[in-house]
C-alpha cells in the first residue's frame, strides 16, 4: 500500500487488518451512513439518509480503475471486501461489480451486509457471485429488531429471515452469519430462543458473535460480558464462535506521510492507536506523536470507549488540507 495514494482514493481503503479477513482491501460504494437501518451500536455514527431505494449511488467505473491500482500497489491483500459507509446491497451494481472484479483477479470478493435485502431475488443473484457471504441478524422478533436495528419502517424481520434462508438454498459459497449482543436488547432468553431457531434454519457455515466493542451510535449501551458470551455461544452449536481480535506481526512502514495514513484509516470507521500501529506499519509512538496535530487541527475526535481510546476522522474534515508539520517523512 502507498500512503502518497492512499489518500486521493475515494472508494477504495486499507488494506487493513481485520478481525474475520486477515488483510482486506475494502471497496466503499455507498455514501456515508445511507443505509435501511439506524443500529444502536453502528460505528459510524446515527443513520443520516435511511433509504430503502436500490441505484447506483456510486461511478462503478472509478470503483474499478481504483481497485485496479491498488491491487497493483498492495503487498498483500486476502480478501476484496465490499463494507464500509453504508449497506452495500442498496448499490443496484453490486453484482455487475463483483462480477467484474472476479474477471480480473483470483482475490477472493466477500460482502459484509446487514442482510435486510436478501428477500429479493435480485440482491441474492447479485451475492451468489461472491466467495464469502457474511450477513448480519441481531434479533428474530420484530420488536427487539426495531430496538436494536431501528430499521426503515418497510423492514420485517420475519421476511429478512426467510430472505437468508431462501439465500442458503440458492448460494453454494460460504455464509458466516454476524449476530451482535447489546446488553439488555436482545440477549434475553426469549430473543436469544428465537435467534437460535432462525439460525438453525439459515444453517450459515459459521455464526460468528460478537457484542459492542467501538463507540456506538448510542452512548448508553453497552457490551456483553465475556463469560455471558461464551454461555450464549455453546447455545449456537459446533459453528459458532466468538469473534476473535486480530493478531498480526506488524508491517514495515510505507508511509512517508503518517498523518495523511491515519486519517485515510480513520476516515471509515474509529480506531484505537494500537489498531493503527497494525494496520499502518508504524510504530505507536510515531503514532502518538501525530495524534495532537490531527487533534488541535481539528481532523480527529478521540472518544474514551471502556478502556480504550478511538480516533475519527471528523466528517466535515474529509477533504481538508494536512498541516504542513505532518508532511514530514
Ligand atoms: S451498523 Fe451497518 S447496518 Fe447498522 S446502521 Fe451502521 S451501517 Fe447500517
Redesign the pocket.
Known sequence: MNSQSDHKYRYIFGPVPSRRLGYSLGIDIIPL?T?????V????GR?SAETMTRRAYVDSEAVLAELAQVIADSQRIDYLTFSG???PTLNSELGELIRRIKATTNIPVAVIT?G?LLYLPEVRAALRQADLVMP?LDAASQDVFRRI?RPHGHLQIDKIIEGLIDFRGDYSGPIWLEILFVCGINDSTAEVAQLVQAVQQIAPDRVQLNTVARPP?EADIQPLSRQMMQRLCTQFGEQAEIIASFHSTARSSEHNNLGEAILALTARRPVTVADMAMSLGASEKNIRQALPVLLRAGHLTARKHGRHTYYHMRRDHARTILPDELFVG
Do not use: I
Not at 451500536?41 to 459510524?44: H, N, Q, V
Open positions: 451512513k443505509c435501511n437501518l439506524n443500529c451500536y453502528c460505528e459510524l443513520t459507509s453504508g449497506e446487514n435486510t448480519s436495528n451510535a
